[in-house]
């Protein structure tokens, strides 16, 4: 059974930073996430990409989290995390965690496969 666990939510004012982690297990060898990625919702809007990253170490960002946030993963144990610095108001939402064979669905050809339950990240100024 896969299963996306994400952890290091919490609060943190204006400016701060905050790292996320995501551990994926259960997968088959033959379905080992090849792109993982963040998403965050705040309630009452739509879910959003933040940054998602290939089996290449190719990441991608959204334009406001670009220089602030920093995604990376350890594909020896399938552990995404997402540094993130200068933390704004706007930072402020559930973030999750999600994972899939393929990147299309992170790039737009519908979503993940796989999901967390989520973190909340909350931001205060």
């Known amino acids: 059974q896969v299963q996306l666990v994400e952890s290091g939510g919490g609060s943190v004012q204006v400016g701060g930073s905050l790292r996320l982690s995501c551990s994926a297990s259960g997968f088959q060898y033959t379905s080992v996430p090849y792109c993982m990625g963040w998403y965050r919702q705040v309630p009452g809007k739509e879910r959003e990409g933040v940054a998602h990253?290939?089996?290449?170490?190719?990441?991608r960002y959204e334009d406001s989290v670009k220089g602030r946030f920093t995604i990376s993963r350890n594909s020896a144990n399938n552990t995404l995390y997402l540094q993130m610095d200068d933390l704004k108001p706007d930072d402020s939402a559930m973030y999750y965690c999600?994972?899939?064979?393929?990147?299309?669905?992170?790039?737009?050809?519908?979503?993940?496969?796989?999901w967390g339950q989520g973190t909340q990240v909350t931001v205060s100024s």
């Open positions: 999600a994972a899939d064979i393929l990147c299309g669905p992170f790039r737009g050809w519908g979503e993940p496969a796989y």
């Open positions: 990253i290939d089996g290449d170490f190719d990441a």
